[in-house]
Protein backbone atom coordinates (compact mmCIF):
# COMPACT_ATOMS: atom_id res chain seq x y z
CA UNK A 1 0.00 0.00 0.00
CA UNK A 2 1.83 3.54 -1.31
CA UNK A 3 -0.75 5.59 0.51
CA UNK A 4 -3.88 5.23 2.54
CA UNK A 5 -7.05 7.85 1.78
CA UNK A 6 -9.04 8.26 4.38
CA UNK A 7 -12.94 8.44 4.20
CA UNK A 8 -14.32 8.82 7.62
CA UNK A 9 -17.44 10.29 9.38
CA UNK A 10 -18.55 13.43 10.08
CA UNK A 11 -18.38 14.48 13.99
CA UNK A 12 -21.46 14.56 16.26
CA UNK A 13 -20.61 15.10 19.85
CA UNK A 14 -23.47 12.29 20.51
CA UNK A 15 -21.60 9.74 18.78
CA UNK A 16 -18.38 7.91 18.99
CA UNK A 17 -17.43 9.75 15.27
CA UNK A 18 -16.32 13.30 17.33
CA UNK A 19 -12.88 10.36 18.27
CA UNK A 20 -12.76 8.34 15.31
CA UNK A 21 -10.40 10.17 13.32
CA UNK A 22 -8.23 11.04 16.38
CA UNK A 23 -8.15 7.25 17.00
CA UNK A 24 -7.39 6.24 13.23
CA UNK A 25 -5.10 8.99 12.81
CA UNK A 26 -3.21 7.72 15.87
CA UNK A 27 -2.73 4.01 14.29
CA UNK A 28 -1.76 5.48 10.91
CA UNK A 29 1.15 7.59 12.62
CA UNK A 30 1.91 5.16 15.00
CA UNK A 31 2.37 2.32 12.21
CA UNK A 32 4.37 5.33 9.60
CA UNK A 33 1.83 4.91 7.14
CA UNK A 34 1.33 7.41 4.38
CA UNK A 35 -2.40 8.84 4.68
CA UNK A 36 -4.45 11.42 4.01
CA UNK A 37 -8.11 12.66 5.39
CA UNK A 38 -10.20 13.57 2.25
CA UNK A 39 -12.63 15.95 3.57
CA UNK A 40 -15.94 16.21 3.85
CA UNK A 41 -18.09 19.31 4.21
CA UNK A 42 -20.41 19.64 7.32
CA UNK A 43 -23.84 21.23 6.66
CA UNK A 44 -23.58 23.23 9.97
CA UNK A 45 -21.74 23.20 13.18
CA UNK A 46 -23.89 22.22 16.36
CA UNK A 47 -22.74 18.54 15.34
CA UNK A 48 -26.21 17.41 16.09
CA UNK A 49 -28.83 14.54 14.88
CA UNK A 50 -31.67 16.58 14.26
CA UNK A 51 -33.24 13.82 11.61
CA UNK A 52 -32.73 10.07 11.66
CA UNK A 53 -31.20 8.52 15.05
CA UNK A 54 -27.95 7.19 14.06
CA UNK A 55 -26.80 10.10 11.92
CA UNK A 56 -28.35 13.08 10.63
CA UNK A 57 -30.10 12.44 7.39
CA UNK A 58 -29.23 15.66 6.08
CA UNK A 59 -26.10 15.83 7.19
CA UNK A 60 -24.73 12.43 6.48
CA UNK A 61 -25.41 12.65 2.87
CA UNK A 62 -24.07 16.33 2.55
CA UNK A 63 -20.60 15.69 4.26
CA UNK A 64 -20.73 12.32 2.17
CA UNK A 65 -21.14 13.28 -1.33
CA UNK A 66 -18.72 16.51 -0.32
CA UNK A 67 -16.53 13.77 0.71
CA UNK A 68 -16.17 12.16 -2.85
CA UNK A 69 -16.44 15.07 -4.94
CA UNK A 70 -13.13 16.12 -3.17
CA UNK A 71 -11.79 12.09 -3.93
CA UNK A 72 -12.75 12.31 -7.28
CA UNK A 73 -10.74 15.51 -7.76
CA UNK A 74 -7.87 13.80 -6.35
CA UNK A 75 -8.38 11.08 -8.93
CA UNK A 76 -8.20 12.92 -11.92
CA UNK A 77 -5.62 14.79 -10.70
CA UNK A 78 -3.41 11.28 -10.56
CA UNK A 79 -2.44 11.64 -6.82
CA UNK A 80 -4.52 8.38 -6.30
CA UNK A 81 -3.02 5.91 -7.42
CA UNK A 82 -3.28 2.08 -8.41
CA UNK A 83 -1.19 1.11 -5.48
CA UNK A 84 -3.34 3.06 -2.88
CA UNK A 85 -6.82 2.47 -0.35
CA UNK A 86 -9.42 4.14 -0.65
CA UNK A 87 -10.64 3.63 3.18
CA UNK A 88 -14.60 4.23 3.85
CA UNK A 89 -15.72 3.99 7.00
CA UNK A 90 -19.14 3.84 6.46
CA UNK A 91 -20.48 1.28 3.79
CA UNK A 92 -22.80 3.60 2.73
CA UNK A 93 -21.55 6.76 1.14
CA UNK A 94 -23.63 8.53 -1.13
CA UNK A 95 -22.03 8.92 -4.23
CA UNK A 96 -19.84 5.75 -4.12
CA UNK A 97 -21.16 4.57 -7.33
CA UNK A 98 -19.13 7.37 -8.62
CA UNK A 99 -15.91 5.13 -8.47
CA UNK A 100 -16.99 1.92 -11.03
CA UNK A 101 -17.99 4.18 -13.29
CA UNK A 102 -14.80 6.24 -13.26
CA UNK A 103 -12.50 3.11 -12.52
CA UNK A 104 -14.25 0.93 -15.36
CA UNK A 105 -13.37 3.67 -17.69
CA UNK A 106 -9.34 4.44 -16.89
CA UNK A 107 -6.10 3.32 -17.15
CA UNK A 108 -6.09 -0.16 -14.46
CA UNK A 109 -2.93 0.85 -12.92
CA UNK A 110 -4.86 4.33 -11.52
CA UNK A 111 -7.44 1.97 -9.60
CA UNK A 112 -6.88 2.07 -5.83
CA UNK A 113 -8.87 -0.92 -4.01
CA UNK A 114 -11.28 0.16 -2.75
CA UNK A 115 -12.55 -1.01 1.36
CA UNK A 116 -15.36 -0.67 3.20
CA UNK A 117 -16.28 -0.95 6.93
CA UNK A 118 -19.71 -2.68 6.91
CA UNK A 119 -21.79 -1.22 10.37
CA UNK A 120 -24.79 -2.56 9.85
CA UNK A 121 -26.59 -2.41 6.84
CA UNK A 122 -30.26 -4.27 5.74
CA UNK A 123 -28.45 -7.63 6.74
CA UNK A 124 -29.43 -6.36 10.12
CA UNK A 125 -33.11 -7.25 10.75
CA UNK A 126 -33.09 -4.87 13.79
CA UNK A 127 -31.17 -1.23 12.34
CA UNK A 128 -32.90 1.84 11.87
CA UNK A 129 -33.13 0.75 8.20
CA UNK A 130 -35.77 -1.09 8.49
CA UNK A 131 -37.63 0.97 11.30
CA UNK A 132 -37.54 3.10 7.96
CA UNK A 133 -38.52 1.22 5.35
CA UNK A 134 -35.47 1.73 3.58
CA UNK A 135 -34.67 -1.85 2.82
CA UNK A 136 -35.81 -2.05 -0.83
CA UNK A 137 -33.65 0.23 -2.10
CA UNK A 138 -30.45 0.19 0.42
CA UNK A 139 -30.34 -3.96 -0.45
CA UNK A 140 -29.64 -3.02 -3.84
CA UNK A 141 -27.37 -0.37 -3.28
CA UNK A 142 -25.24 -2.85 -0.93
CA UNK A 143 -25.41 -5.33 -3.95
CA UNK A 144 -24.13 -2.64 -5.77
CA UNK A 145 -21.13 -2.16 -3.26
CA UNK A 146 -20.91 -5.89 -2.65
CA UNK A 147 -19.89 -6.44 -6.80
CA UNK A 148 -17.14 -3.64 -6.90
CA UNK A 149 -15.32 -3.28 -3.28
CA UNK A 150 -12.05 -4.78 -3.04
CA UNK A 151 -12.51 -5.39 0.73
CA UNK A 152 -15.59 -5.59 3.25
CA UNK A 153 -15.04 -5.60 6.28
CA UNK A 154 -17.24 -6.94 8.93
CA UNK A 155 -17.15 -6.06 13.08
CA UNK A 156 -17.69 -9.93 14.09
CA UNK A 157 -18.47 -13.41 12.84
CA UNK A 158 -22.02 -13.51 13.18
CA UNK A 159 -22.04 -10.06 10.47
CA UNK A 160 -20.20 -12.04 7.89
CA UNK A 161 -22.91 -14.83 8.20
CA UNK A 162 -25.26 -12.31 7.84
CA UNK A 163 -23.55 -10.93 5.30
CA UNK A 164 -23.36 -14.43 3.61
CA UNK A 165 -27.03 -15.50 4.15
CA UNK A 166 -28.57 -12.04 2.34
CA UNK A 167 -26.41 -13.27 -1.06
CA UNK A 168 -23.36 -11.10 -0.66
CA UNK A 169 -20.93 -12.30 -2.95
CA UNK A 170 -18.04 -10.51 -2.43
CA UNK A 171 -14.83 -12.89 -2.12
CA UNK A 172 -13.05 -10.59 0.47
CA UNK A 173 -14.95 -10.17 3.04
CA UNK A 174 -13.42 -9.71 6.57
CA UNK A 175 -13.98 -10.44 10.47
CA UNK A 176 -12.25 -7.36 12.01
CA UNK A 177 -13.10 -8.51 15.21
CA UNK A 178 -14.33 -5.13 16.91
CA UNK A 179 -14.91 -1.52 16.37
CA UNK A 180 -12.57 1.33 15.99
CA UNK A 181 -11.29 2.22 19.20
CA UNK A 182 -8.45 4.37 20.84
CA UNK A 183 -8.38 3.09 24.67
CA UNK A 184 -5.86 5.60 25.24
CA UNK A 185 -7.05 8.63 24.33
CA UNK A 186 -10.65 7.68 26.22
CA UNK A 187 -8.40 6.93 29.27
CA UNK A 188 -7.12 10.14 29.28
CA UNK A 189 -10.31 12.18 29.16
CA UNK A 190 -9.92 11.24 33.21
CA UNK A 191 -7.85 13.15 35.06
CA UNK A 192 -5.87 11.08 37.54
CA UNK A 193 -6.64 7.58 38.77
CA UNK A 194 -9.75 5.69 38.06
CA UNK A 195 -11.91 5.37 40.88
CA UNK A 196 -11.33 2.52 42.86
CA UNK A 197 -14.24 -0.06 42.48
CA UNK A 198 -15.44 0.03 46.24
CA UNK A 199 -15.24 3.92 46.34
CA UNK A 200 -17.90 3.97 42.96
CA UNK A 201 -21.65 4.50 43.73
CA UNK A 202 -23.68 1.85 43.82
CA UNK A 203 -24.60 3.17 40.09
CA UNK A 204 -25.84 0.85 36.61
CA UNK A 205 -25.71 2.91 34.36
CA UNK A 206 -27.13 2.20 30.48
CA UNK A 207 -25.70 4.65 27.57
CA UNK A 208 -27.49 3.00 24.33
CA UNK A 209 -29.53 5.23 22.03
CA UNK A 210 -33.05 4.69 23.49
CA UNK A 211 -34.42 3.67 20.28
CA UNK A 212 -36.60 0.24 20.08
CA UNK A 213 -33.61 -1.71 18.77
CA UNK A 214 -31.93 -1.38 22.22
CA UNK A 215 -34.81 -2.28 24.10
CA UNK A 216 -35.34 0.43 26.52
CA UNK A 217 -38.40 -1.27 28.24
CA UNK A 218 -36.32 -3.97 29.27
CA UNK A 219 -33.96 -1.88 30.75
CA UNK A 220 -36.87 -0.27 32.52
CA UNK A 221 -38.55 -3.59 33.15
CA UNK A 222 -35.28 -4.38 35.04
CA UNK A 223 -35.71 -1.11 37.07
CA UNK A 224 -38.88 -1.63 38.06
CA UNK A 225 -38.01 -5.34 38.94
CA UNK A 226 -34.95 -4.34 41.41
CA UNK A 227 -36.91 -1.42 43.06
CA UNK A 228 -39.81 -4.43 43.77
CA UNK A 229 -37.76 -6.37 45.60
CA UNK A 230 -36.41 -5.18 48.89
CA UNK A 231 -34.12 -8.07 49.46
CA UNK A 232 -32.13 -6.07 47.12
CA UNK A 233 -29.55 -3.16 47.47
CA UNK A 234 -30.20 0.04 47.03
CA UNK A 235 -29.30 1.40 43.49
CA UNK A 236 -29.26 4.23 41.29
CA UNK A 237 -30.14 3.79 37.89
CA UNK A 238 -29.22 5.69 35.14
CA UNK A 239 -29.32 6.73 31.45
CA UNK A 240 -26.37 8.61 29.72
CA UNK A 241 -27.12 10.34 26.47
CA UNK A 242 -24.99 12.71 24.87
CA UNK A 243 -28.17 14.54 23.69
CA UNK A 244 -31.36 15.53 24.24
CA UNK A 245 -33.40 12.45 24.61
CA UNK A 246 -35.18 11.23 22.00
CA UNK A 247 -36.45 7.83 21.31
CA UNK A 248 -38.33 6.11 17.86
CA UNK A 249 -41.08 4.97 20.07
CA UNK A 250 -43.23 7.53 22.19
CA UNK A 251 -44.13 4.92 24.71
CA UNK A 252 -40.74 4.37 25.80
CA UNK A 253 -40.60 8.18 26.38
CA UNK A 254 -43.69 8.28 28.47
CA UNK A 255 -42.14 5.31 30.80
CA UNK A 256 -38.92 6.77 31.44
CA UNK A 257 -40.75 10.33 32.60
CA UNK A 258 -42.91 8.40 34.93
CA UNK A 259 -39.73 6.22 36.58
CA UNK A 260 -38.11 9.97 36.57
CA UNK A 261 -40.69 11.31 38.47
CA UNK A 262 -41.29 7.89 40.76
CA UNK A 263 -37.20 8.32 42.08
CA UNK A 264 -36.29 5.00 39.78
CA UNK A 265 -33.77 6.30 37.09
CA UNK A 266 -31.71 9.31 36.81
CA UNK A 267 -31.43 10.81 32.99
CA UNK A 268 -28.29 12.68 32.23
CA UNK A 269 -28.94 13.72 29.13
CA UNK A 270 -27.05 16.58 26.32
CA UNK A 271 -23.86 14.91 27.93
CA UNK A 272 -20.29 16.01 26.79
CA UNK A 273 -17.92 13.25 26.13
CA UNK A 274 -16.07 13.97 29.21
CA UNK A 275 -19.07 14.49 31.00
CA UNK A 276 -20.05 10.90 30.22
CA UNK A 277 -16.51 9.51 31.27
CA UNK A 278 -16.64 10.78 34.39
CA UNK A 279 -20.00 9.58 35.33
CA UNK A 280 -18.65 5.98 33.58
CA UNK A 281 -15.49 6.36 36.41
CA UNK A 282 -18.25 6.65 38.80
CA UNK A 283 -20.37 3.56 38.16
CA UNK A 284 -20.08 -0.15 38.70
CA UNK A 285 -21.71 -1.87 36.06
CA UNK A 286 -22.94 -0.05 32.36
CA UNK A 287 -25.94 -2.26 31.28
CA UNK A 288 -26.89 -3.73 27.58
CA UNK A 289 -30.02 -5.36 26.44
CA UNK A 290 -29.87 -4.51 22.70
CA UNK A 291 -30.99 -6.52 19.84
CA UNK A 292 -28.05 -4.59 17.87
CA UNK A 293 -25.28 -2.85 18.22
CA UNK A 294 -22.67 -5.50 16.77
CA UNK A 295 -19.95 -4.83 19.60
CA UNK A 296 -20.59 -2.04 20.80
CA UNK A 297 -18.22 1.15 21.59
CA UNK A 298 -20.05 1.55 25.18
CA UNK A 299 -18.57 -1.92 26.39
CA UNK A 300 -15.09 -0.52 25.61
CA UNK A 301 -15.83 2.59 27.17
CA UNK A 302 -16.72 0.96 30.24
CA UNK A 303 -14.34 -1.52 29.93
CA UNK A 304 -11.50 1.18 30.04
CA UNK A 305 -13.04 3.18 33.08
CA UNK A 306 -13.72 0.45 35.44
CA UNK A 307 -17.05 -0.49 35.42
CA UNK A 308 -18.38 -3.75 35.08
CA UNK A 309 -20.00 -4.60 31.96
CA UNK A 310 -23.02 -6.34 31.90
CA UNK A 311 -24.63 -7.70 28.07
CA UNK A 312 -26.60 -10.40 26.44
CA UNK A 313 -25.18 -13.16 25.23
CA UNK A 314 -26.68 -12.44 21.44
CA UNK A 315 -25.45 -11.80 17.97
CA UNK A 316 -21.79 -9.85 18.42
CA UNK A 317 -21.85 -10.12 22.02
CA UNK A 318 -20.03 -13.34 22.49
CA UNK A 319 -17.51 -12.72 20.49
CA UNK A 320 -16.55 -9.67 22.12
CA UNK A 321 -16.97 -11.07 25.43
CA UNK A 322 -14.64 -14.07 24.79
CA UNK A 323 -17.76 -16.26 25.59
CA UNK A 324 -17.30 -15.35 29.36
CA UNK A 325 -20.50 -16.87 31.43
CA UNK A 326 -20.57 -14.38 33.88
CA UNK A 327 -20.36 -10.90 31.87
CA UNK A 328 -23.19 -12.38 29.56
CA UNK A 329 -27.12 -13.30 30.38
CA UNK A 330 -29.53 -15.03 28.99
CA UNK A 331 -31.25 -12.93 26.37
CA UNK A 332 -34.38 -11.78 27.90
CA UNK A 333 -34.21 -13.48 30.73
CA UNK A 334 -35.01 -11.10 33.68
CA UNK A 335 -34.03 -13.47 36.29
CA UNK A 336 -30.40 -14.40 34.73
CA UNK A 337 -29.87 -10.70 34.15
CA UNK A 338 -30.90 -9.81 37.65
CA UNK A 339 -28.63 -12.51 39.25
CA UNK A 340 -25.66 -11.46 37.15
CA UNK A 341 -26.07 -7.98 38.40
CA UNK A 342 -25.87 -8.85 41.65
CA UNK A 343 -22.57 -10.49 41.76
CA UNK A 344 -21.09 -7.67 38.85
CA UNK A 345 -22.50 -5.04 41.65
CA UNK A 346 -19.65 -6.11 44.27
CA UNK A 347 -16.22 -6.47 42.77
CA UNK A 348 -14.52 -5.76 39.41
CA UNK A 349 -14.98 -8.61 37.13
CA UNK A 350 -11.15 -10.12 37.10
CA UNK A 351 -10.92 -9.87 33.42
CA UNK A 352 -11.51 -6.05 33.70
CA UNK A 353 -9.82 -4.41 30.72
CA UNK A 354 -9.52 -6.99 28.15
CA UNK A 355 -12.29 -6.34 26.12
CA UNK A 356 -11.19 -2.94 25.66
CA UNK A 357 -7.31 -4.21 24.87
CA UNK A 358 -8.61 -6.10 22.07
CA UNK A 359 -10.43 -3.59 20.68
CA UNK A 360 -8.02 -1.00 21.03
CA UNK A 361 -6.49 -3.62 17.57
CA UNK A 362 -9.17 -3.08 16.33
CA UNK A 363 -7.63 -0.26 13.45
CA UNK A 364 -4.56 -2.25 13.36
CA UNK A 365 -5.95 -4.89 12.60
CA UNK A 366 -8.08 -2.64 9.59
CA UNK A 367 -4.58 -2.25 8.46
CA UNK A 368 -3.50 -5.24 8.14
CA UNK A 369 -6.11 -6.21 5.89
CA UNK A 370 -5.30 -3.21 3.74
CA UNK A 371 -1.73 -4.02 3.91
CA UNK A 372 -2.27 -7.58 2.67
CA UNK A 373 -1.33 -9.17 6.31
CA UNK A 374 -5.05 -10.21 7.51
CA UNK A 375 -5.62 -13.65 5.53
CA UNK A 376 -6.26 -14.75 9.16
CA UNK A 377 -9.43 -12.40 9.19
CA UNK A 378 -10.65 -13.78 5.69
CA UNK A 379 -14.32 -15.08 5.42
CA UNK A 380 -14.72 -16.53 2.17
CA UNK A 381 -15.32 -19.88 2.83
CA UNK A 382 -18.60 -21.84 3.03
CA UNK A 383 -17.71 -22.93 6.38
CA UNK A 384 -18.11 -19.83 8.24
CA UNK A 385 -19.35 -21.19 11.22
CA UNK A 386 -16.25 -22.46 12.60
CA UNK A 387 -14.86 -19.52 13.78
CA UNK A 388 -17.62 -18.58 16.28
CA UNK A 389 -16.40 -20.72 19.18
CA UNK A 390 -12.73 -19.19 19.01
CA UNK A 391 -11.82 -16.93 21.84
CA UNK A 392 -9.94 -14.29 20.05
CA UNK A 393 -8.37 -13.48 23.12
Given amino acids: MRKLWY ?35 TLSNDQAIVTGQVL ?12 LMNLVKLMKAGEVTGEDVVFFEDMFQPGLESLPYIMQQCDPAMNPKIAVRCLAQTIDPDDFVHVWGMQKWMGLYEKMVDSFADMILASNEEMVMHMRVAGWENPNIYNISGLAFGKQEVRGRIAGELRPFGE ?57 RKLQQEGKLVVHEDLEKNQYYELLNDTRVLFNCALQDWVSNTVS ?14 RSFPETFSNDPERLYIPWSMQDAMNKLKILLNKPHRDQGKISDWT ?21 SVDYRKHTNESKY
Wanted: proline share 4%.
Fill in 7 to 41: MGLEPYKARYTLQLQDWSEAVFQRRGIDYAIVPGE
Fill in 56 to 67: DAHGRTYFGMSQ
Fill in 200 to 256: RTMRVGFAARWDQEKQPDFFMDLIEAWHADSSLPKVEFCLYSGSKLKSNNDSYMART
Fill in 301 to 314: EGDTLGSNVLYPAY
Fill in 360 to 380: DGTIDRCVDIMEGKGQQWLRN
